[in-house]
């Protein structure tokens, strides 16, 4: 109640209006906010290592809805963000050879190419595990033939 009675209003019956109460009570607990200072936090954040797409994203609106950005720009601005901040830098080519693309469309290029990266990572480390595999093996039965024939027959089979 203290803090009500010391707000000062312009005249007594705004006292009265709950939008204007509400307006004084938000500029009192949020203060005053720097835009140009908003601008660079929503500019200058990058995809982190380990974020995903849509985290990253959800992290970017978040920042746009925190920093009350204009509505009318708020998808243009995400979209453009997405790109310049994504760790990836071979998806960065894609809105250059988009024309009027959409977050929607943003979105889903990023997304395409996460599950992509993700399957031939995938494949990579089953392709390598299975020739890790068949060296193994191809050790194992070298030793093998090593032990079971004589010291001659080593010797003969490698001068031929």
Same mark, same amino acid.
């Given at each position: 109640? $203290?803090?009500?009675? +010391?707000? @000062?209003?312009?005249? +007594? ?17 949020? +203060?005053?906010?720097?835009?140009? @200072? $908003?601008?660079? &936090?929503?500019?200058? @954040?990058? !995809? ?5 797409? $849509? !985290? ?35 998806? =960065?080519? =894609? %809105?250059?050879?988009?024309? /009027?693309?959409?977050?929607? *469309?943003?979105?889903? &290029?990023?997304?395409?190419?996460? #599950?992509?990266?993700? !399957?031939?990572? /995938?494949? #990579?480390?089953?392709? *390598? ?9 191809? =050790?194992?039965?070298?030793?093998? !033939?090593?032990?079971?024939? %004589? =010291? +001659?027959?080593? @010797? ?5």
């Amino acid at each position: 109640m $203290e803090i009500f009675d +010391g707000m @000062h209003f312009a005249e +007594g019956k705004d006292r009265n209006k709950l939008d204007m109460v509400i307006a004084k009570f938000e500029a009192f607990c949020i +203060g005053e906010t720097n835009k140009t @200072h $908003e601008c660079f &936090i929503f500019n200058s @954040h990058d !995809q982190k290592d380990g974020e995903s797409i $849509e !985290q990253y994203a959800t992290a970017l609106c978040t920042l746009c809805q925190m920093y009350n950005f204009c509505s009318c720009l708020q998808y243009s601005l995400l979209r453009d963000r997405i790109f310049i901040g994504i760790r990836d830098d071979s998806v =960065r080519e =894609r %809105p250059l050879l988009e024309r /009027k693309l959409t977050l929607a *469309q943003a979105l889903d &290029i990023c997304q395409s190419n996460e #599950s992509t990266s993700i !399957q031939l990572k /995938k494949m #990579s480390d089953a392709i *390598q595990k299975r020739g890790n595999q068949v060296f193994t093996e191809a =050790r194992r039965t070298k030793r093998s !033939q090593r032990e079971s024939s %004589p =010291r +001659g027959e080593l @010797h003969q089979s490698k001068a031929l």
